[in-house]
Each structure stands twice: as structure tokens, then as C-alpha cells.
């Protein structure tokens, strides 16, 4: 099972240890396409500030992260999987799985990020801010430049089991699985049901939302359940006390689509 990730736009402060050693990222068919963004976000964040904070779409209380990227070559490092913060993974909470679950972490679960392109959560990486959606002098826009390397790289990361995709649209907008691996491929949506005037009402929460994909992966992770494809998963969950409705494709290529139903918003 691949689960991908979106990342969380606040980071974690860098860490004490080493410099990022690029060599040493998971998925090396991306590091030719890292070194391009990386270059190229350093040599903005390094001249004109304000420009560099336009181009980032930073607000003024966010100055201090064009600083932080003009550092990164030289900045301490982390464990991917502590540097993202947010609801999504404060749900999740990599460090108190237990040791096996921590290493189908380790297998399993791919970050995607506009600087990086995906990353595995034992990545060392330092706290940087760049996220899909900017467009780099060089580059141009990060969701259309990754495309081409991703589309080479993703599809034996892919492996020949279940991709779980809970992507937000920017970050999926980078790979979209295409033919036999979008049909293994499920996408998750978490939808708030509630009773109003004798009838259902549901509506998609985004801070929920993110928690409770951080909760299933969680919960995954956990009991260990290695669903094979999308079938699996539902059947997955519903074993874990979820309640799904599925949606399978109406033709082969195309990804599932499930509808996580819950009534309960914490």
C-alpha cells in the first residue's frame, strides 16, 4: 500500500542535525528536477525579499520564511515526518506508533511538496516554505513541472498494490496514477452528517476533514491492514468502524472514490 500525502504548510523548526544531503532523499529518479527547484528557490530568497515574498505568497508575519529558504543548503535537518505539522498529521502522530507500525510508515506513506516532489517521512529535510501552488522564476508553475519526473518515478513507487491518495487538489494536480494504477488507486472524502429538520444534511469540513484522513491512516498503520486494492481498503475501514460508501469507477483507468461518512466532529 502507497499512501500519499499532502504536506502541511506550517513546518516544524529545523532541526540540529545534519546539512540536507540531496543524494540521500528517497525516490532519486526526482533529484535532477529537486536540484532545479532548490537552486532556484534559494537564488530568489537570497536577493530581492519582497519579490521572493510576493512570488511565495507570503503576508508580512510570514517574512521570516524567506530567510529560512535562503538558508537551506546549510539548514539542520529532520525526519520528514516531524518537520509537517498541521491537523492532518497532529492526528496521525507519527512518534507514538508503535516500532512496527512506525516502520509500515516508513514503507508506505509518501509526502508530496512543491520544493521536493514527494519525500518518504524518514527523509532528512530542513523546514522550508514553497508550496504547490508558486510559480518559480525558472521552473514556472511547481504543479505542472513536476509532472513529467513524477510521471516516470510515481508509477514504480507505486508498486502493484493499493495507492491511497488523500491529496489535496494542488498536490494532486502533480500526478494523476493513469491506467492500470489509477484502477488500484482510491481517493477519500470525509463527509459530515448531521439531522437538520427531520432530514440528513452533509458537508465537507475542511479541518475535519484532514484530521480524520490523519486518524485512517493511522488506524491503518496500527492494525496493520495491507488492503490490496481499493475493494480491500473499503472493506478495511469498515472493519475498523467506518462508515464508507464506495464508489467504484464506471470504467477500467479511472480511480475509486469513497465517501467516508462520520456524524461526530472532533
Known amino acids: 500500500m502507497l499512501v500519499l500525502l499532502p504536506p502541511s504548510e506550517g513546518k516544524a523548526a529545523a532541526g540540529r542535525g545534519a546539512p540536507l544531503r540531496p543524494q540521500s532523499l528517497s525516490l532519486p529518479g526526482l533529484a535532477t528536477a529537486r536540484e532545479t527547484v532548490l537552486t532556484e528557490l534559494v537564488e530568489l530568497c537570497t536577493g530581492d525579499e519582497e519579490k521572493a515574498r510576493e512570488v511565495l505568497g507570503l503576508s508580512e508575519g510570514l517574512r521570516g520564511e524567506v530567510a529560512k ?27 507514538s506508533l508503535d516500532p512496527s507500525a512506525k516502520r509500515r510508515a516508513a514503507r508506505s506513506l509518501l509526502v508530496f511538496s512543491g520544493l521536493w516532489g514527494a519525500v518518504r517521512v524518514t527523509d532528512r529535510i530542513p523546514s522550508y516554505r514553497c508550496s504547490m501552488g508558486v510559480k518559480l522564476p525558472g521552473p514556472g508553475a511547481l504543479g505542472a513541472f513536476w509532472r513529467t519526473p513524477m510521471a516516470s518515478v510515481l508509477p514504480e513507487a507505486a ?17 494523476k496514477p493513469k491506467g492500470e494504477v489509477a484502477g488500484r488507486t482510491a481517493t477519500v472524502r470525509v463527509l459530515h452528517s448531521q439531522i437538520v429538520d427531520g432530514l440528513e444534511k452533509r458537508s465537507v469540513v475542511s479541518h475535519f476533514n484532514k484530521a480524520t ?6 488506524a491503518l498503520l496500527t492494525e496493520g491492514a495491507a488492503p490490496k486494492d481499493p475493494a480491500g481498503l473499503v472493506e478495511a475501514l469498515r472493519d475498523l468502524g467506518y462508515v464508507v460508501e464506495a464508489e467504484p469507477p464506471g470504467r477500467a483507468g479511472r480511480p475509486w472514490a469513497l465517501d467516508v461518512v462520520v456524524t461526530e466532529i472532533h
Open 69 to 95: 529558504n535562503a538558508g537551506l543548503r546549510t539548514a539542520g535537518t529532520r525526519p520528514a515526518g516531524e518537520i509537517y505539522t498541521g491537523v492532518l498529521y497532529d492526528a496521525l502522530d507519527l512518534a
Open 159 to 175: 508498486g502493484d498494490g493499493l495507492v491511497l491518495d488523500l491529496r489535496s487538489s494542488a498536490y494532486a494536480a502533480a500526478w
Open 213 to 218: 484522513k490523519g486518524r485512517i491512516v493511522r
